[in-house]
C-alpha cells in the first residue's frame, strides 16, 4: 500500500507502487481526496492536506477502507501487508499503525510525525520503519526524538535512520526547493530502497 504525498495519487506515487510490484509485491497507490485530485501548486496540495490533517479520524477510516480494498485484491495475501508513505503520506502510515491496524509493517519516508489527538491508542501491531533526514525542516531531530519515544511508549518495535546531508522529500528526483526544505538526493534515495528492500523481507514472509 503506497501512500502519496500532499500532492495526491500522482506520477510519483504511481511509480513507487510500479517499482514495489517489479520486486514481486502487490502494490495499490492510494488515493486518499478522492475523485483522483491531485494538487497543481502547493498552496492547492496543502489545502487537500489540511482536509484530513483537520480530522484525524476521518483519515484513520480513508487509510482503513484503502488497506481493506488491498487485502480483497485476489493477488494480495492479506495476512502480509506492508504500507508504504512518503511526506504526508508517511504521516498516514504511522497514524495507520497507531490505530492499531493489522498489518506487518509501516515505512515512513521523510514523514511528518506529530499524533492525532483525541483517538484511541490500541496496541500498535505492526513493525515500524522510519527513513528520514538529518536536515528535514517540516520534522527536525527533536520531533524524531519525541516520537520515538511515543512509540517506545506504546510498546511497538522501531527503527529509525537517519541520513545526514538530507532535507525532505529525498526520495522525489523533482524536488528542488532548498528553500522550503525539499530537495532530491540520489545518495540517500539508493541507501533507503536498500534499508526498505531488508525491511520488506523481514516482515513479509
Given at each position: 500500500?503506497?501512500?502519496?504525498?500532499?500532492?495526491?495519487?500522482?506520477?510519483?506515487?504511481?511509480?513507487?507502487?510500479?517499482?514495489?510490484?517489479?520486486?514481486?509485491?502487490?502494490?495499490?497507490?492510494?488515493?486518499?481526496?478522492?475523485?483522483?485530485?491531485?494538487?497543481?501548486?502547493?498552496?492547492?496540495?496543502?489545502?487537500?492536506?489540511?482536509?484530513?490533517?483537520?480530522?484525524?479520524?476521518?483519515?484513520?477510516?480513508?487509510?482503513?477502507?484503502?488497506l481493506e480494498v488491498l487485502k480483497a485484491q485476489p493477488e494480495s495475501d492479506?495476512?502480509?501487508?506492508?504500507?508504504?508513505?512518503?511526506?504526508?503520506?508517511?504521516?498516514?502510515?504511522?497514524?495507520?499503525?497507531?490505530?492499531?491496524?493489522?498489518?506487518?509493517?509501516?515505512?515512513?519516508?521523510?514523514?511528518?510525525?506529530?499524533?492525532?489527538?483525541?483517538?484511541?491508542?490500541?496496541?500498535?501491531?505492526?513493525?515500524?520503519?522510519?527513513?528520514?533526514?538529518?536536515?528535514?525542516?517540516?520534522?527536525?531531530?527533536?520531533?524524531?526524538?519525541?516520537?520515538?519515544?511515543?512509540?517506545?511508549?506504546?510498546?511497538?518495535?522501531?527503527?529509525l535512520h537517519v541520513y545526514s546531508h538530507t532535507m525532505h522529500a529525498f526520495?522525489?528526483?523533482?524536488?528542488?526547493?532548498?528553500?522550503?526544505?525539499?530537495?532530491?538526493?540520489?545518495?540517500?534515495?539508493?541507501?533507503?530502497?536498500?534499508?526498505?528492500?531488508?525491511?520488506?523481507?523481514?516482515?513479509?514472509?
Open positions: 500500500m503506497v501512500v502519496p504525498t500532499w500532492v495526491g495519487r500522482d506520477a510519483f506515487a504511481c511509480r513507487k507502487a510500479e517499482q514495489l510490484a517489479q520486486w514481486g509485491y502487490t502494490a495499490l497507490a492510494v488515493d486518499l481526496y478522492g475523485e483522483a485530485k491531485v494538487g497543481q501548486t502547493p498552496e492547492e496540495s496543502s489545502a487537500l492536506m489540511k482536509g484530513l490533517l483537520s480530522d484525524r479520524s476521518l483519515l484513520k477510516d480513508r487509510l482503513w477502507t484503502a492479506p495476512d502480509q501487508v506492508a504500507a508504504i508513505g512518503f511526506c504526508f503520506g508517511g504521516l498516514c502510515v504511522l497514524d495507520l499503525a497507531r490505530s492499531g491496524a493489522n498489518l506487518q509493517g509501516v515505512i515512513s519516508f521523510h514523514g511528518l510525525f506529530h499524533p492525532p489527538v483525541g483517538l484511541p491508542t490500541p496496541p500498535i501491531q505492526a513493525k515500524i520503519l522510519i527513513l528520514h533526514g538529518f536536515d528535514d525542516p517540516l520534522a527536525p531531530p527533536e520531533e524524531a526524538l519525541v516520537l520515538g519515544r511515543e512509540l517506545t511508549h506504546r510498546g511497538a518495535d522501531w527503527q526520495t522525489n528526483p523533482t524536488a528542488n526547493d532548498p528553500g522550503f526544505g525539499t530537495l532530491y538526493n540520489p545518495t540517500t534515495d539508493d541507501r533507503s530502497l536498500e534499508v526498505l528492500q531488508a525491511f520488506l523481507r523481514e516482515v513479509l514472509k
